[in-house]
């Protein structure tokens, strides 16, 4: 009997035909376990993974391999995105028993849950092997199989272990992080270390902070090339917009072609934030894309932000996405073939497989003549037209309470910046005033999601799918991501719910995630009993939940004026600062937060009756520095408490500038406030 049909998870509904009785993860199917006296498979996978692909169909679709599962094991399927805690602390074991990880991960354990074995992707005659090894070692010698498991919990235990060394995360450490950075930059290629090769989005926006305070041009010069690198690259959808997850090699050529919804969010705040500090229209090009991208291909409308788009098309990596010359002539006709040919560099060899190539970018359109990049636009839209008559991957669209927390705050800094660089009417400017429109649509919908759905009782809830909230209990990375998501709402709309709805999500963090010596656990205090209590400080893929709560406990601080949440930032943060010292490429959100902290960091309140036209409010969000928070309203309006106390100035707007709360006089002059945020 297979147990998945009723799942909200789509990579687990992927599998819920299989031969294999799955069950999903629950205290029945451990309690089933015990009962039979055999061990669990516990399969973790997620469904844009193209190996999760590949082992279902060797693998779970094969009638052996079913049987012998059936017959020996209680086997559990689970959705990664879905329980980040169950993943987390058997992706420890698994690296602390091989050296490595990833996606699929496969795990046996006793019926309690104590890991004993682990590995990753198994083709089929070895995991048929596998099994029958675990089988008999099972029946014939349990004493050990155990004792090693208890070793596994135990190195697990110490890998997640909290209350260790703290250090304030000051000016050296931040500038000595940078450095590290600048020694481990790639200076031909962008980006670090080589193949694959993941977007550095947090690394870079750390690095674009760490510029606009300290003026440092090494810093702005590494993002700057590995912003067009990686635009100009395979990685990059040069059609449609939208970051592949990762680059098969070191220059950006080749992706893993799954698009991921928390890439793409933090890849658009990395662009828009280079957009808004260098006026690049590189970056302003691939921010708009990118902003579009998620609102036309990931959004759902009335819900939020799907998790993802499949790396493969009916099986095939690169289906939709890879062209041949003779492919693009039959598209545009011969002459405009030969120019996207040159433009995309499309070779009769290919950069791909079969001869395909991925389009990357050879030219440096954005600055060319009108009549070019008009031509260059032209032949997208064809080909794209063209592409879009090919199969299309499949989008998994389980909404991720945190990664729909990242794409919120993203959209409301492209707003905000997209808003300061209005142009005269041209065909791009009604482009770009057409994606606004769509994005900030998408973005009130994920986050009313997020505000009416996900959260019950108080409690933030993981994931949904078609409007209906998932089992699964919201993680420390949910309830930071959506606390600083509603902060940033809160700075866009003046609306004081927000505010408020964040307030309440940090107060549940503080009093259910909180562990010893200023840290945080990844899961709550009431939250089901794993063999390991997961509590992992780095920056991964995503912010780890310490991270991103840190950065919304700073921005409510501001926002709010209470102290006790900066308070509370500090702490978190000296827990993670020996690390930023000495691997930031795993820190970078959090080094980013501390240049915020370093910086103020400064509250900006502008009393206006414009709040969307005042130049006021356009000079303090073209200028803000690193982490700063700007709202702008009428005085004393309900629910802004920045905007409290602060009346006009001789009937004219005024800019109110605090930095730790310490507060300037108020200006009432564009140079003026400018003078005070420089």
Not at 78 to 88: F, H, L, Q, S
Not at 185 to 203: E, L, Q, R, S, V
Not at 376 to 405: C, E, F, S
Request: charged share 20%; proline share 6%.
């Amino acid at each position: 009997m297979n147990r998945l049909v009723d799942a909200t998870s789509p990579y687990l509904l992927q599998h819920a035909d299989n031969p294999v009785d799955w069950w999903p993860w629950t205290d029945e199917a451990f309690a089933e376990a015990k009962r039979r006296d055999v061990p669990v498979l516990i399969s973790v996978g997620y469904a844009a993974c193209h190996w999760c692909h590949v082992m279902a169909h060797e693998s779970f679709e094969n009638e052996q391999v079913a049987a012998l599962l059936n017959d020996n094991f209680v086997s559990i399927k689970v959705d990664r995105e879905e329980r980040p805690d169950v993943d987390a602390v058997y992706m420890t074991a698994t690296q602390a028993m091989t050296g490595q990880g990833g996606w699929p991960m496969t795990v046996i354990a006793a019926p309690d849950g104590t890991p004993f074995f682990c590995g990753t992707y198994f083709p089929r005659p070895n995991f048929l092997q596998l099994l029958q090894s675990v089988t008999t070692a099972w029946r014939e010698q349990r004493e050990a199989v155990v004792r090693q498991g208890a070793a596994v919990v135990e190195a697990i235990g110490g890998a997640q272990a909290v209350g260790g060394p703290t250090a304030p995360l000051d000016a050296p450490l931040l500038d000595a992080a940078a450095g590290r950075l600048a020694s481990e930059y790639d200076a031909t290629n962008g980006g670090f270390g080589g193949a694959p090769k993941f977007p550095p989005h947090m690394n870079l926006l750390f690095l674009l902070r760490h510029h606009q305070r300290t003026g440092d041009p090494r810093s702005l010069e590494i993002t700057r090339h590995t912003a067009e690198a990686m635009a100009r690259g395979g990685i990059y959808d040069q059609l449609a917009g939208g970051f592949a997850r990762y680059s098969v090699d070191a220059h950006w050529t080749v992706p893993h072609f799954e698009k991921m919804l928390y890439d793409n969010a933090l890849l658009l705040r990395l662009y828009t934030q280079l957009w808004r500090l260098t006026g690049d229209p590189l970056a302003r090009r691939v921010a708009r894309d990118t902003a579009r991208f998620l609102a036309d291909e990931l959004h759902r409308p009335g819900e939020g932000f799907a998790s993802a788009l499949d790396a493969d098309t009916e099986g095939v990596e690169g289906l939709t996405y890879a062209w041949t010359p003779a492919q693009l002539v039959e598209a545009l006709g011969e002459e405009d073939g030969r120019f996207a040919a040159d433009l995309f560099t499309v070779t009769d060899d290919g950069t791909f497989e079969h001869g395909m190539s991925v389009l990357r970018l050879a030219r440096d359109v954005d600055d060319a003549a009108p009549e070019v990049r008009a031509r260059w636009q032209q032949v997208v839209g064809r080909l794209l037209t063209a592409r879009d008559t090919r199969p299309q991957p499949a989008r998994d669209d389980k909404v991720v309470a945190a990664w729909n927390g990242l794409a919120i705050t993203a959209i409301v800094e492209f707003l905000q910046v997209a808003a300061l660089y209005a142009a005269p009417r041209d065909e791009d400017t009604n482009l770009m005033d057409g994606v606004t429109i769509v994005a900030e649509g998408a973005m009130r919908d994920a986050a009313e999601l997020l505000a009416t759905v996900h959260l019950v009782d108080g409690r933030l809830r993981r994931v949904s799918r078609d409007g209906r909230v998932g089992e699964p209990a919201g993680v420390l990375e949910d309830y930071g991501c959506v606390a600083e998501a509603f902060c940033a709402l809160h700075q866009l709309t003046g609306e004081g719910r927000w505010l408020a709805l964040a307030g309440e999500l940090l107060d549940t963090a503080l009093a259910r995630f909180a562990a010893p010596g200023g840290a945080f656990y990844d899961t709550a205090d009431d939250a089901e009993r794993l063999v390991a209590r997961p509590a992992d400080p780095t920056d991964n893929a995503t912010p780890s939940g310490r991270s991103a709560l840190i950065a919304a406990l700073v921005a409510y601080s501001a926002l709010t004026g209470e102290t006790r949440y900066r308070e509370a930032a500090e702490a978190a943060l000296a827990t993670v600062a020996p690390i930023v010292g000495q691997h930031p490429r795993f820190t970078g959100y959090a080094a980013m937060v501390g240049e915020a902290l370093l910086s103020g960091p400064y509250e900006i309140a502008v009393v206006t009756d414009d709040p969307a036209g005042d130049p006021l409010v356009a000079a303090a969000r073209r200028h803000a520095p690193p982490g700063a928070v700007v709202v702008a309203g009428q005085p004393d309006q309900p629910g802004v408490p920045l905007l409290a106390d602060r009346p006009l100035v001789d009937g004219r707007s005024a800019a109110y500038v605090c930095r730790g709360f310490v507060c300037q006089r108020p200006v009432t002059s564009v140079e003026e406030l400018v003078a005070e945020l420089g």
